[in-house]
């Protein structure tokens, strides 16, 4: 509606200053005799011809202000409505320079007003300087030829009404383009919290108009207690709302963390911001609220402390892992050499485990992907090879089987199918069912074995891994051709059941 009531209002404007405009040409050039004036008391008729006092009583009731100006550019004449507009006593009016009560940037424009109002009728904007400040108004002149001497008449009217009007619709259309672009969703509320204003992202987070409803019952918007967990707000301590009657006294908010849902509805996170909304006169009207929407930071946060946990469990795991390994790799090395040498290796194998991990997102990992790497150092000239079907671990088997397999390799480069330039290792796998796998380690072509080596450190830490960290079994045997060991262990469940439901499928 505010788009239209300057549009209305200045047409009035024209069409009464146009009236006036032709009213006062008939007056001076005597194409009337008489004018009926509707004022306070009722309709008056005066007459004109020859009369000057009727005709001064017309012009001083106009709602305009009326000017004779001479060529030089001095007040001839004045009205009381153009001295009440400018705020000075009308006898400081007539017999000075218009330009005196001109606005000092719209001088120029004033003269060109003058000159070409001394030959035809003309209108512009003018600015006239009151005692507390400019004036917008809309001057019409027009030409006053008399016998002795040419003037100019004009007719003034006060725009301030108008370009207040058209400010706030500009003013207006301006917010309304801030809220249709505006990523965030943003309401305008008055003094009782009622929505006048809403952003398209509001009303999308919301799902339906919003305009007309209080802001309190439209959004539902809850704070979680001080001592509420990330992301457990909602089921840790009972939720509390958002601090209406401060937001509706005009108290600044920003950056209030708040949620929205229940009820069936995911929940959602944002930051509350609110501020009051004052007029031009300073008095508090209403407030302003942003809801930004955080709920994927709040998210990645709760994943991070999520992750961060997960760290130092994986990392006080791996210590405690390492400590055993340096603890029981010193009771089984008889110099500082053979346990840095040892310890070393074994370190590696818990690093090249935690590799794959790794890349892996600490995922399942393959069986056969973990014996590639682990049997990298001994691939060449065919000297070993694997087999089995696809089998998953679980990543908490990974590190376990990663030091099997090492210490396993470590034997055979010392003692058995590595030690020389013929020997060879086969590797092979199967399911056995129930989530346990069994894995076959056979050596040929080594050294001949004599008789049956002592148990050192290498077989008790495949013994104790197997069966307290898999949950499995072991056997070893020394053939006169090369170390046999059978291995059971568990694997991932749900690869397992996947993987048996494919089989029975394809059968």
């Known amino acids: 509606m505010l788009s239209e009531g300057p549009s209305a209002e200045i047409a009035d404007l024209r069409q009464r200053l146009a009236e006036a405009e032709e009213t006062l040409r008939a007056i001076y050039q005597g194409e009337v005799d008489a004018l009926v004036v509707r004022g306070p008391a009722g309709p008056q008729i005066f007459t004109l011809r020859g009369a000057q006092e009727p005709y001064r009583i017309l012009v001083e009731r106009m709602h305009e202000g ?25 006898e400081q009016i007539v017999g000075r320079p218009l330009a005196e009560f001109v606005a000092a940037q719209d001088v120029e424009a004033l003269r060109g007003l003058l000159g070409d109002g001394a030959r035809w009728s003309v209108r512009r904007e003018l600015r006239l300087q009151g005692s507390n400040g400019v004036i917008p108004t809309l001057a019409a002149a027009s030409p006053l030829i008399e016998e002795e001497s040419s003037a100019v008449l ?12 058209e400010e706030i619709a500009a003013a207006e259309q301006f917010a309304r383009s801030i809220l249709e672009q505006a990523t ?3 309401l305008v509320c008055n003094r009782t919290g009622r929505i006048t204003h809403a952003s398209w992202a509001a009303e999308r987070l919301l799902g339906h108009p919003v305009i007309g409803q209080l802001a309190a019952h439209a959004l539902r918007l809850h704070v979680d207690p001080p001592d509420a967990a990330a992301g457990q707000g909602a089921t840790i301590g009972a939720p509390i709302e958002a601090p209406w009657p401060d937001i509706l006294a005009g108290k600044r908010i920003r950056g209030l963390e708040t949620w929205i849902g229940g009820g069936g509805r995911p929940r959602q996170d944002f930051l509350l911001s609110a501020g009051p909304l004052h007029d031009r006169g300073g008095e508090h009207i209403g407030c302003i609220l942003t ?15 999520m992750l961060v946990a997960e760290l ?73 090879a694997w087999s089995g079907p696809a089998l998953r671990l679980e990543a908490q088997s990974v590190v376990s089987l990663a030091l099997v397999l090492h210490e396993l390799s470590t034997n055979a480069a010392k003692y058995g199918a590595f030690s020389n330039g013929s020997g060879r290792v086969d ?3 199967q399911r056995l069912g129930g989530g346990l796998a069994e894995l076959r380690w056979t050596e040929v072509g080594g050294p001949p074995v004599t ?26 045997r020394f053939e006169p051709d090369g170390l046999r060991c059978r291995l059971t262990f568990r694997i991932s469940t749900a690869a397992g059941q996947s993987e048996a439901a494919n089989a029975a499928v394809a059968s």
Not at 323 to 351: D, K, P
């Open 66 to 90: 009326a000017l004779t100006i001479s060529s030089a550019g001095l007040i001839l004449y004045s009205n009381r409505h153009f001295a009440s507009l400018t705020e000075r006593p009308l």
């Open 154 to 165: 004009m007719i003034v009217t006060d725009l301030t009404a108008q370009k207040h009007s």
């Open 184 to 186: 965030d969703a943003v």
């Open 291 to 305: 809801l930004t929407d955080i709920t994927e930071r709040k998210r990645a946060e709760e994943h991070q402390t």
């Open 312 to 384: 130092n469990h994986r990392v006080k795991n791996i210590l405690a892992v390492v400590q055993s390994v340096a603890s029981q790799t010193v009771a089984a090395s008889g110099s500082l050499a053979q346990f840095r040498g040892s310890f070393e290796g074994r370190l590696r194998a818990i690093s090249l485990a935690h590799d794959i991990l790794t890349r892996l997102r600490w995922g399942e990992v393959e069986l056969e992907h973990l014996v590639t790497q682990s049997l990298a150092p001994y691939r060449g000239n065919g000297r070993v």
């Open 427 to 429: 590797v092979a796998w």
């Open 451 to 476: 008789q049956e080596p002592v148990p050192g450190f290498g077989n008790k830490l495949i013994s104790r891994v197997i069966g307290y960290d898999l949950q499995g079994s072991s056997a070893m």
